[in-house]
């Protein structure tokens, strides 16, 4: 088996474990963090040491694609963060307005 055979390429910004949901960018996230692959496998239970060992080797062979990969992916949560920040679904709305209704009814206590 070839080390890509692990991974499912759905577009150049989302690669997955085969078989899962969990992005590559999961496992390599806590490995950058100092876990060991069994720690890993502590935060993803489904999953199972040669899948892990598989990402891990997978970033070390390709660390300067892998890396950009993660800087786009980081840097397209952050602009989903922003804007959802800036414009907030109508249920967000409405847990502020509870947040600041139940504020005010503590002051007024």
């Not at 990402?55 to 786009?72: G, L």
Request: glycine share 2%; proline share 5%.
């Amino acid at each position: 088996m070839q080390l890509e055979d692990y991974f499912e390429f759905l577009d150049p910004d989302d690669i997955r474990i085969k078989g899962h949901r969990i992005g590559i960018d999961n496992v390599i996230d806590y490995y950058l963090q100092g876990c060991s692959p069994e720690e890993i496998l502590e935060h993803f239970p489904s999953l199972n040491l040669e899948k892990i060992n598989a990402t891990i080797t997978y970033y070390q062979q390709n660390k300067e694609e892998v890396d950009a990969y993660m800087k786009r992916l980081n840097d397209w949560r952050e602009e989903r963060y922003q804007a959802s920040l800036k414009n907030p679904s109508p249920l967000m709305q409405r847990l502020r307005a509870i947040q600041k209704q139940r504020a005010k009814e503590q002051v007024n206590i």
